[in-house]
């Protein structure tokens, strides 16, 4: 299965690939670590959920609990706030997510269950 997430950007049209300066590092006295120093899309994915479920086991209001936590939760969440933000300016969200294809644009996009449960609750 593939993880979730990446560390590498996406390669875009007219433009040289490059890998971006690590986000997540290992500790430097772990003897796996990788040469570069990354943590792998696994153990981002492992460490990032562990938060989550730590997080929902302190909170007693069901309402505060997060659930399942996958760090491409942030993509889709920071996806579907810049659309809200740029107008649905279809140009910045191509740049900014890598999609120029609708239907990716339109997954990253889509509100989370509980906004778009307002829209409804709203009318």
């Known amino acids: 299965m593939r993880p979730t997430w990446s560390c590498r950007l996406r ?3 007219g433009r040289a690939s490059h890998t971006p300066a690590a986000l ?3 500790a430097a006295s772990i003897a ?3 040469p570069d120093g990354r943590l792998s899309p696994r153990s981002i994915n492992i460490i ?3 938060i989550g479920r ?3 086991a302190q909170m007693s209001d069901p309402d505060r609990k997060l659930g399942a936590l996958r760090p491409h939760d942030a993509r889709h969440t920071f996806a579907f ?12 969200l ?3 997510l890598g999609h120029a294809n609708d239907r990716y644009l339109r997954l990253y996009t889509n509100p989370p269950d509980d906004i778009a449960a307002g ?3 709203d009318l």
């Open 24 to 26: 997540f590092l290992s």
């Open 54 to 56: 730590l997080h929902g």
């Open 81 to 92: 706030q810049l659309s809200q933000a740029s107008g649905h300016n279809r140009a910045e």
């Open 11 to 13: 390669p875009s049209r």
């Open 48 to 50: 990032v959920g562990e």
């Open 94 to 96: 191509e740049r900014r």
């Open 32 to 34: 796996a670590r990788r």
């Open 119 to 121: 829209y409804i609750e």
